[in-house]
């Protein structure tokens, strides 16, 4: 069973940044494929970013060259940098993990991911 505490969200202004982080209480043998969704209000539940035990990363086009996502496997924390925010990127962000040895999770869906924090509210002004 793994657990994931995010942290790091909050209210910014446009052009503004922020880092996200997801703190896991075990990535055992680190056979996670990790990643970031987010979720709008009346909209659906969408891919961020992917991280894989390879270390292969995937981004959403909505915010490849903005958005970074890293993993520390000795401090068991996934993260997520947010630069150059837009309103659009205003949502309600979840971290995810799952067991999945494969090189790329890019591919990965919602319901592919098993383990999921509670959330962490990002509020983008304009």
């Known amino acids: 069973q793994v657990q994931l505490v995010e942290s790091g969200g909050g209210s910014v202004q446009a052009g503004g940044s922020l880092r996200l982080s997801c703190a896991a209480s075990?990535?055992?043998?680190?056979?996670?494929?990790m990643g970031w969704f987010r979720q709008a209000p009346g909209k659906e539940r969408d891919r961020v970013a992917t991280y894989s035990v390879a270390g292969t990363t995937g981004y959403a086009d909505s915010v490849k060259g903005r958005f970074t996502i890293s993993r520390d496997n000795a401090k068991n924390t996934l993260y997520l940098q947010m630069n150059s925010l837009t309103p659009e990127d205003t949502a309600m962000y979840y971290c995810?993990?799952?067991?999945?040895?494969?090189?790329?999770?890019?591919?990965?869906?919602?319901?592919?991911?098993?383990?999921w924090g509670q959330g962490t509210q990002v509020t983008v002004d304009s």
């Open positions: 075990a990535i055992a043998n680190g056979i996670y494929c």
């Open positions: 995810a993990a799952e067991h999945y040895r494969g090189i790329s999770c890019g591919d990965k869906k919602e319901a592919d991911f098993r383990y």
